[in-house]
Each structure stands twice: as C-alpha cells, then as structure tokens.
C-alpha cells in the first residue's frame, strides 16, 4: 500500500499562533492531495486540495505547500484558534485512479 | 442537502452475528466508499462503488459486502462480526475526482 505520513503525532500552539503540520508522502504518481480536520466523534471535514501541478494553494487562514521533489506537503493554519484543536490527515490520490490513501493524523491543541 | 448520512451511530454485536450499515448521500454523487478508522492507523478503504451497481473492493474487503443498486444508497453488510472488525466506519461520497463528503461514522464494537 501507499505510505502516507506525518512527521509528528501531537502539536500544541497557543492561540494567535501559526500552525504548520507535515505529511510525507511515497509515490511520486500521487497527483492530488488533500487536508482534512476531524474534530473528536465527527467525521473527516475537507480543509484544502492541492493539484500536483501547483505548489502552494490558499484558503481562508489555510495554506497548502506540495514539494515534489522531497514528496512533502504541509498545512499552514495562520492566527490559530481554539476551534482549530483538531487531529488533522493529509489524503494522496495516484494517478487519478480511485482509491485515496490516508495519513494517520496530527493532534493539534491550541493552548488558550 | 443533509450530505452523507449514516446510521446506525452506534452498535454493539456479538461474535458471529450480523448486520448492515446504512449510508445515503443526496448529492447525486456518483463515487461512494466506505472506510474504516483504527487508532493509529489512517483510513482504510474497505469497498468503493463508481456508480449503481458497480462496485470493487478496497484495501481490507474480507469479511464485508457491499452493493449499489441505487445512487443514493451504498449499504455494508457485516457477514459474521469478528472482533477484529471493531472499528469506527465512514461512508464517503464525491463527484469525479474531487474531495469526499465523509458522513458522521459508525462506532461498531464486536463483543
């Protein structure tokens, strides 16, 4: 199978702060990515996608970074807050085919 | 739009007994799978389904069956509950080959 993976299982900011999660990914035929937030009893809630054509994407607070060349993404949460406190997983497609492969997760706590 | 529904919320079963999970979408998506959560492990992909009455198996297909005789529809049956089948399981839905829509999951304990 795909190995998806994140860097570090637990991250703790303080409110205000920059977050930056990491995801390593193995296939380099992997062209679509995706961040997801699961808050505790919920279902994965999508965050941001990426194509493997770009390398940064943004949304409201939210940045995407996609380095190919060392097969890394990252989720940037800027001005974090208590709301944010969540495991978040980052999801690889291969080659447009139908099966996604997903990361085990970052529990991030935002400290008040 | 409700999204993805699931039902039942929770569910206890004792080994050997059955038992289907029920998700429905009202997206009119046409890609619909069902996943399970372990701790420590990210999603599994377990069946998918690419359209009514097709469907294909996953990365852990042994000890489920699914099938897709509408859009809407894409229940997983449990044949015979094993422990190890304890698990929080999520349907998905999407259109193309765009994000999914996860429903609230299942949390299924097998005694």
């Known amino acids: 199978g795909e190995s998806v993976g994140l860097h570090l299982p637990t991250l703790s900011v303080q409110e205000g702060d920059n977050s930056i999660i990491n995801c390593a990914y193995s296939?380099?035929?992997?062209?679509?990515f995706i961040w997801y937030k699961q808050e505790s009893g919920k279902g994965p809630q999508f965050i941001i996608d990426i194509r493997s054509n770009m390398d940064k994407r943004q949304g409201q607070r939210v940045t995407v970074l996609l380095n190919k060349t060392v097969k890394h993404l990252s989720l940037q949460i800027a001005a974090t807050q208590p709301g944010d406190s969540a495991v978040y997983f980052c999801a690889e497609r291969v080659n447009t085919g139908n099966q996604f492969y997903f990361g085990t997760g970052t529990s991030l706590t935002v400290i008040p | 739009n409700a999204g993805v529904t699931q039902t039942p919320k929770f569910q206890v079963l004792k080994t050997g007994q059955s038992m289907t999970l029920q998700c429905a979408q009202d997206?009119?998506?046409?890609?619909m799978s069902w996943y399970r959560q372990d701790p420590g492990m990210g999603l599994r992909l377990i069946h998918y389904?690419?359209?009514?009455?097709?469907?294909d198996q996953g990365e852990v297909p042994n000890g489920y069956n699914v099938s897709r005789s509408t859009t809407e529809d894409f229940p997983l049956r449990l044949l015979s509950a094993a422990p190890s089948q304890t698990s929080v399981y999520f349907c998905a839905s999407r259109k193309g080959y765009n994000e999914q829509f996860f429903g609230p999951g299942t949390r299924l304990t097998v005694l």
């Open positions: 997206m009119n998506h046409e890609y």
């Open positions: 296939n380099s035929a992997s062209d679509y």
């Open positions: 389904s690419v359209g009514a009455g097709i469907t």
